[in-house]
């Protein structure tokens, strides 16, 4: 997923982030002159950090062995730095993204997240102390890094939010398709097993799978078997209908199977018109159909 496009992270709205955080360019340029005393302290900041992360259970789970401490380590040295690099455009916000992404995708927490910097301004906050004596320029010192860390963090909770948007819509996306899961169970016979509630939406998702595989399929036959319907309404009828009729205009006939005898009793009461479809109260017995209809018997074989 490309965060910049989805983020829609352009000069425009680099622009006004940064003005919403008061991001100036004498913040970068007094950023800048702080580098020295960041490449003085940064280390020993870190080593506070992954104290702090090492003494909860759960941040501590993350670095299971010293090598990959190490490379956490030397990962946020460098990320860190970043920080006083006295730039803000269009190639920093990619590389912070690029963190941010890093972070989701190896189930690093917001809540932990935001504590780190937290912690990070906290141990910076005193490093400044004694290295600014004018508490003017620490306080304008530290605001600039304040700033730059909010930026920073807006960027990172925003690709947080949108992964998990995305992975959001990829599961919906999975779920969908094994909502309607047409099967070929021979060559021109499609079978389609419906499990749940029938409302709109997923009528239509049904009927765009069904006429899908059997244009992809050059099927003959649609099984459709609602043993897995809890309720045959007038709703659902009318689906099926519908579903029955458009298969019939692409050449192919429709089985309706997992007929009970209470749902048997609902469609006659409900006036629906069956003789369009041909019907089966078992699937067995609608497999054996629709074989016969493509040309193919069912044969058992003497042990």
Same mark, same amino acid.
Request: with cysteine; charged share 25%.
């Given at each position: 997923m490309d965060f910049m496009v989805a983020l829609k992270l352009d000069e425009r709205e680099l622009s006004i982030r940064r003005a919403f955080v008061g991001l100036h360019d004498e913040d970068l340029q007094r950023l800048a002159s702080l580098r020295p005393i960041a490449e003085k302290h940064t280390s020993e900041v870190i080593e506070d950090f992954y104290r702090v992360l090492l003494s909860q259970e759960e941040t501590r789970a993350m670095f299971p062995d010293p090598a990959t401490l190490e490379r956490a380590k030397r990962?946020?040295?460098e990320y860190f730095m970043g920080l006083f690099a006295g730039r803000?455009?269009?190639?920093?916000?990619?590389?912070?993204?690029?963190?941010?992404?890093?972070?989701?995708?190896?189930? *690093?927490a917001p809540k932990w997240y935001i504590g780190a910097y937290t912690r990070y301004l906290w141990f910076l906050h005193h490093r400044l102390h004694d290295e600014i004596p004018s508490p003017e320029e620490r306080e304008a010192a530290? #605001?600039?890094v304040h700033k730059m860390v909010t930026f920073d963090m807006t960027l990172a909770i925003d690709t947080y939010i949108a992964a998990y948007l995305d992975s959001l819509d990829r599961h919906r996306a999975a779920i969908r398709e094994l909502s309607t899961p047409v099967i070929a169970v021979h060559e021109g016979? *499609?079978?389609?097993? *419906?499990v749940g509630a029938l409302d709109a939406k997923r009528s239509e998702r049904v009927m765009e799978a069904v006429?899908?595989?059997? $244009?992809? #399929?050059?099927?003959?036959?649609?099984?459709?078997?609602?043993?897995?319907?809890?309720? +045959?309404d007038t709703g659902v009828a009318d689906h099926?209908?519908?579903?029955?009729?458009?298969?019939?205009?692409?050449?192919?006939?429709?089985?309706?199977?997992?007929?009970?005898?209470? +749902?048997?009793?609902?469609? $006659?009461?409900?006036?629906?018109? +069956?003789?369009?479809?041909?019907?089966?109260?078992?699937?067995?017995?609608?497999?054996?159909?629709?074989?016969?209809i493509v040309g193919k018997t069912i044969q058992e074989v003497a042990g």
């Amino acid at each position: 997923m490309d965060f910049m496009v989805a983020l829609k992270l352009d000069e425009r709205e680099l622009s006004i982030r940064r003005a919403f955080v008061g991001l100036h360019d004498e913040d970068l340029q007094r950023l800048a002159s702080l580098r020295p005393i960041a490449e003085k302290h940064t280390s020993e900041v870190i080593e506070d950090f992954y104290r702090v992360l090492l003494s909860q259970e759960e941040t501590r789970a993350m670095f299971p062995d010293p090598a990959t401490l190490e490379r956490a380590k030397r990962a946020q040295y460098e990320y860190f730095m970043g920080l006083f690099a006295g730039r803000c455009d269009l190639d920093y916000a990619a590389d912070r993204l690029r963190v941010g992404t890093t972070h989701e995708r190896i189930g *690093l927490a917001p809540k932990w997240y935001i504590g780190a910097y937290t912690r990070y301004l906290w141990f910076l906050h005193h490093r400044l102390h004694d290295e600014i004596p004018s508490p003017e320029e620490r306080e304008a010192a530290f #605001e600039s890094v304040h700033k730059m860390v909010t930026f920073d963090m807006t960027l990172a909770i925003d690709t947080y939010i949108a992964a998990y948007l995305d992975s959001l819509d990829r599961h919906r996306a999975a779920i969908r398709e094994l909502s309607t899961p047409v099967i070929a169970v021979h060559e021109g016979v *499609l079978l389609l097993p *419906l499990v749940g509630a029938l409302d709109a939406k997923r009528s239509e998702r049904v009927m765009e799978a069904v006429l899908l595989r059997v $244009v992809e #399929e050059q099927a003959r036959v649609v099984i459709l078997d609602i043993a897995g319907v809890p309720v +045959v309404d007038t709703g659902v009828a009318d689906h099926l209908l519908k579903t029955t009729a458009a298969v019939r205009l692409l050449g192919a006939q429709t089985v309706l199977t997992g007929i009970s005898a209470s +749902v048997a009793r609902t469609m $006659v009461q409900l006036g629906v018109d +069956v003789s369009t479809m041909h019907t089966k109260s078992r699937l067995a017995d609608g497999i054996q159909l629709a074989l016969s209809i493509v040309g193919k018997t069912i044969q058992e074989v003497a042990g």
